[in-house]
T-cell receptor
Framework: GAVVSQHPSWVICKSGTSVKIECRSLDFQATTMFWYRQFPKQSLMLMATSNEGSKATYEQGVEKDKFLINHASLTLSTLTVTSAHPEDSSFYIC????????????FGDGTRLSIL | AQKITQTQPGMFVQEKEAVTLDCTYDTSDPSYGLFWYKQPSSGEMIFLIYQGSYDQQNATEGRYSLNFQKARKSANLVISASQLGDSAMYFCAMRGPDNYGQNFVFGPGTRLSVLP
């Protein structure tokens, strides 16, 4: 199987707090990990793509200093929402992928972030 | 640029009946991959089925099959013998060209409701 663990599942915190979300591939080495944001009743919006040991590639319009991504190993990537504000409240979901064009992305269960 | 279109925002099907969810895509690259994902109300994204652009046969995975019509650029998902647990959002996605095969483009999704 291909299992991706994302933690935490829910976060509620005050405005100005920084929040770290972890994404781990549990039974395979992920050459690439992805971070998405999903608004209610909408599709996934790619925020950034990260390869192990290199800087993340951010999509247009995504603030690099706001959403810090670290991909320290082949099994772990983290997303830190710095100085979070209510407009950052959303569902964040990560995915991991093995090498190979036919390989699907395997997703974590997502993190629901609520900033008060 | 690649684009995925899912023209059915919502679909209803009677339990035990078959249902087809539409997906059309646009790309100028001869090499691409098409994926279908299921997202239940709990939020996790579940990989269902993959079709490569050079695959000669339509992909099948259990009750899921992909009706791949390359000339029409369509990759419809067929779910046979629908079950109540099939009620969810369904997303069609396309993998980018070989050089950028890591990135996926997701369609807007179709919400399937299975009626008892």
């Amino acid at each position: 199987g291909a299992v991706v663990s994302q933690h935490p599942s829910w976060v509620i915190c005050k405005s100005g707090t920084s929040v770290k979300i972890e994404c781990r591939s549990l039974d395979f080495q992920a050459t690439t990990m992805f971070w998405y944001r999903q608004f209610p009743k909408q599709s996934l919006m790619l925020m950034a793509t990260s390869n192990e040991g290199s800087k993340a590639t951010y999509e247009q319009g995504v603030e690099k200093d706001k959403f810090l991504i670290n991909h320290a190993s082949l099994t772990l990537s983290t997303l830190t929402v710095t100085s979070a504000h209510p407009e950052d409240s959303s569902f964040y979901i990560c995915s991991a992928k093995r090498q190979g064009l036919s390989q699907p992305q395997h997703f974590g269960d997502g993190t629901r972030l609520s900033i008060l | 640029a690649q684009k995925i279109t899912q023209t059915q925002p919502g679909m209803f099907v009677q339990e035990k009946e078959a249902v087809t969810l539409d997906c059309t895509y646009d790309t100028s690259d001869p090499s691409y991959g098409l994926f279908w994902y299921k997202q239940p109300s709990s939020g996790e994204m579940i990989f269902l089925i993959y079709q490569g652009s050079y695959d000669q046969q339509n992909a099948t995975e259990g009750r899921y099959s992909l009706n791949f019509q390359k000339a029409r650029k369509s990759a419809n998902l067929v779910i046979s013998a629908s079950q109540l647990g099939d009620s969810a959002m369904y997303f069609c996605a396309m993998r980018g060209p070989d050089n950028y095969g890591q990135n996926f483009v997701f369609g807007p999704g179709t919400r399937l409701s299975v009626l008892p």
